[in-house]
């Protein structure tokens, strides 16, 4: 069987000119233009190239952006105090605090205190909660994203049985509620698996569509997945680097050998990734709409 690469890459390009016409339309008949505050505290280098990506998107659709580089010293105090101001800055539509933090500073204490209407990255308890009873204000980028992918890949979620594998909060728990909505592009049988579940393969050998977030690489091998799955690899593993010094990056998913039983899979990279940062722009553009009563 030849598998369907599914292409984020370009069904994000997709996506991306639908919003930059939406903005265009929001800055001419409504005087609005969006604005994403991203703030990133330390120096890790993947955190720093996620932020300079989304800099660069949100300013290619004409997205209004500030960006806050803090030292990792920065104390819990000073970075409360900053979401504090963006949160009452009427520019400012969306903040995006850049994960994961320094080990000083509380997690859910920061995303907490994030105005619930500008957490376009869908984490604040009160966003899980609307998701988690079916009315959401912004889900979660990644878990958006992939949702957007089957949808735009004609793949039918409703009755089939999703397997995922991980339960984070930012991926496989809010995944698993967004399939098991009722409403026709979810509507689907949902098992969740994590690193305590007996034999994940007696599982994932069922999957119809499996998703799979769990940060270790090539660990879905063909033997796990039956003929004809759908297979969305959320994965980001860096095993290491090429003559010319850029990072070899591989999925979760072993994509050579499941490929050839699959009906349709994503590549890494080219797969969920471009998505995530694409979901980011368009709560945005949402937020931006529900402060001006418009969504
Ligand atoms: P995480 O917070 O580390 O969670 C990993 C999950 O996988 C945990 O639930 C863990 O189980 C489970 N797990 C680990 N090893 C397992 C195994 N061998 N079998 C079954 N379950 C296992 O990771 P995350 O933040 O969800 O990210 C997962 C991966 O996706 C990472 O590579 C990350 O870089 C990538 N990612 C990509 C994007 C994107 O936009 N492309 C976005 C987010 C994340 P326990 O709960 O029992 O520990």
Redesign the pocket.
Known sequence: MSAQIISGTEIARQIRQELSQEIAELKERHHLTPGLATLLMGDDPASQIYVNQKGKISQSLGIYSERYDLPATTSEEELLTLIDQLNGNSRIHGILVQLPLPQHINETSVLCAIDPEKDVDGFHPMNLGKLMLGNPAYLPC?PC?IQQLLIRSGIKVEGAEVVI????N???KPMANILLQKNPWANATVTV?????RD?SVHTRRADILIV????PK?ITADMVKEGVVVID????RIGKTATGKSIVVG?VDFDTVKLKARAITPVPGG??P??ITMLMANTITAAKRTAGLS
């Open positions: 990644t994203g594998v991980g339960r984070s930012i991926v496989g698996c994590h690193s305590l579940s994940i977030a769990i940060g270790k660990t959320v994965g980001v593993n979760d969920v990734g998505m995530t």
